[in-house]
């Protein structure tokens, strides 16, 4: 190896960029992983010894309602992970590679975010260790590549004026209008997985009240409060990354390829596993429908003719 070449490879991991692009990759390996193992039906092995129980046997009771609502959220929350990591991805190679300081700013609090937001189950005393260590793991990975990007923060941010005369600006504006629906479902999401655990809509699709599922195993409920606050957590994590991506940005076609890929990752899971479980309550997916109409007009809007 040239002197040229390791110069550049010390520039290249000094700048923190490849640690950056690792976590955004290790979020979205442990997006899709979350996805297919929650279409198996099957639980995580340290899952299964929490509960005393398998996936089968928690099946077998009413009609495996309990279990399909255990794993429409984990597809839903492997896919905002998938959301997150693409957004990640997106911010690191190309608006902090131009040395836009509000990149570094938006990685920083949108990963604030997503790590407190580890703390939120750990009330109700399960403690996923599969979930611990991978989020150690990321917190090295990706606390270390910001320490080291800080020198990247050089451009001052610039907010990119909304003109709601034009498709474009009308589709950024319903854009943000869908990333502050998206944050305030997350912290919702969070607050009930904290909190009651459930809503009405939840209880009436598995036929049994909290109670009456505490009763059955009283691990039962402490697991899926974990899974509820996690899922709710990176929401909010995602809404505060795409609402500065938003914010700051100057369009581009790759800034809509990731908001593309993110909504359909997001909304494609947290929709359609649904329909797939047979949860199709107006009120409950409503809102979700709603919230992607509202992304996918934006989109549609804001990506018209849009330069590279």
């Not at 955004?24 to 039906?41: D, H, K, N, R, V």
């Not at 996936?55 to 492997?78: E, N, P, T, W």
């Not at 589709?171 to 009651?196: E, F, H, P, Y």
Request: glycine fraction near 12%; proline fraction near 3%.
């Amino acid at each position: 190896m040239t002197d040229d070449n390791r110069g550049f490879l010390a520039m290249a991991i000094d700048d923190g960029e490849p640690l950056l692009i690792l976590s955004a990759l290790f979020l979205l390996g442990c997006g899709m992983f979350a996805i297919i193992q929650g279409t198996t039906g099957h639980f995580l092995p340290h899952d299964a010894v929490y509960l005393g129980m398998t996936a089968s046997q928690v099946c077998a009771l009413k009609d495996c309602r309990i279990l399909y609502f255990m794993i429409h959220d984990r597809i839903s929350f492997g896919g905002v992970l998938v959301a997150i990591g693409t957004v990640y991805l997106w911010l690191t190679m190309f608006p902090l590679r131009r040395h836009e300081r509000w990149a570094w700013s938006a990685l920083a609090a949108s990963g604030s975010v997503g790590f407190l937001s580890f703390l939120a189950y750990l009330g109700y005393g399960y403690f996923d260790t599969w979930h611990g260590a991978a989020t150690l793991a990321l917190i090295v990975m990706f606390m270390g590549g910001l320490v080291r990007a800080r020198g990247l923060r050089r451009e001052r941010a610039e907010v990119i004026p909304v003109e709601l005369r034009s498709a474009p600006g009308a589709g950024r504006a319903l854009l943000l209008l869908s990333s502050v629906g998206i944050g305030i479902a997350g912290l919702a999401i969070m607050t009930v997985g904290m909190t009651t655990v459930f809503v009405p809509q939840d209880l009436e699709f598995m036929g049994m009240s909290r109670e009456a599922i505490s009763a059955i195993n009283p691990h039962l409920v402490p697991l899926i409060a974990h899974d509820r606050a996690g899922f709710g957590g990176a929401l909010a994590s995602f809404a505060v990354a795409m609402f500065a991506s938003l914010r700051y940005s100057r369009a581009s076609r790759a800034l809509w390829r990731a908001v593309a890929i993110a909504g359909i990752a997001g909304f494609g899971t947290a929709v359609g596993v649904h329909p797939a479980i047979g949860y199709l309550s107006a009120t409950h997916l409503g809102p979700a429908i709603i919230g992607c109409v509202i992304f996918a007009t934006g989109l549609a809007l804001a990506a018209h003719r849009s330069s590279r």
